[in-house]
């Protein structure tokens, strides 16, 4: 039973650039929430997507933006890149079935801004 | 917005001694929980708390949810060389919505 799984591991980016990080989630789960961890620090909520919807989202500018698709898999999209946007892009899903369901986090996207 | 203060920030302790962080917050939680994160991985949920006044185990990790809902604390036992990591709490206010994650407290143990 594969866990959140994300893609890439690794990646190195200019400023101004954009990328895009991909998030499969744990079998079974609707849910995906994506979180941005800088350095020494606790993650932070982005956003969270469900039936293909963005349902919530964090202090983040418009440059991000994400997606879900059918197959509950979910992108996240950051667009003009900064420096400050160097982080580790932490995935984790979850089920939306009342009450609180825990959510299973992937290893993470490195992203670094050059 | 909300925040979560966690200390110590770090600890550096013998192998099989006792260790105790916390975690506070200027607002309420309906739910606190506290994960594990190693290098290179993702957050690991250790314990979840649901009700004020809350006492949990997992093994050697204890964790109790305050009663005014604005704290939480975690104890480790007879503390091993694997406990080594980055402790997290992080708080939900409603349901499915989003965590609230404190600084983190990195524990270090000495053999």
């Known amino acids: 039973d594969a866990g959140v799984t994300q893609s890439p591991t690794h990646l190195i980016k200019t400023r101004g650039q954009q990328v895009t990080l991909r998030c499969s989630p744990k079998?079974?789960?609707?849910?995906v929430s994506w979180y941005q961890q800088a350095l020494g620090q606790g993650p932070q909520f982005i956003f969270q997507?469900?039936?293909?919807?963005?349902?919530q989202r964090g202090n983040f500018p418009d440059r991000f933006s994400g997606h879900q698709f059918p197959n509950y898999s979910s992108e996240l999209n950051v667009n003009a890149l900064l420096l400050g946007d160097s982080a580790l892009y932490l995935c984790?899903?979850?089920?939306?079935?009342?009450?609180?369901?825990?959510?299973?986090f992937g290893d993470g996207t490195r992203l670094s801004i050059l | 917005g909300q925040q979560l203060n966690q200390s110590p920030q770090s600890m550096f302790i013998q192998e099989g001694e006792d260790v105790s962080m916390n975690c506070t917050s200027s607002s309420i939680f309906n739910t606190w929980l506290w994960y594990k994160q190693d290098p290179g991985e993702g957050p690991v949920l250790l314990i979840a708390?649901?009700?004020?006044?809350e006492l949990t185990s997992n093994g050697r990790l204890t964790a109790q949810f305050g009663i005014t809902r604005k704290d939480s604390f975690l104890n480790i036992s007879a503390s091993i060389p694997s406990d080594v990591g980055i402790y997290f709490c992080a708080g939900l206010y409603n349901a499915g919505n989003m965590l609230t994650f404190g600084g983190g407290t990195r524990l270090m143990v000495k053999p």
């Open positions: 079998s079974g789960h609707d849910t």
């Open positions: 708390l649901y009700k004020a006044g």
């Open positions: 984790a899903s979850s089920l939306n079935r009342g009450g609180y369901q825990p959510q299973h």
């Open positions: 997507y469900y039936e293909e919807e963005e349902r």
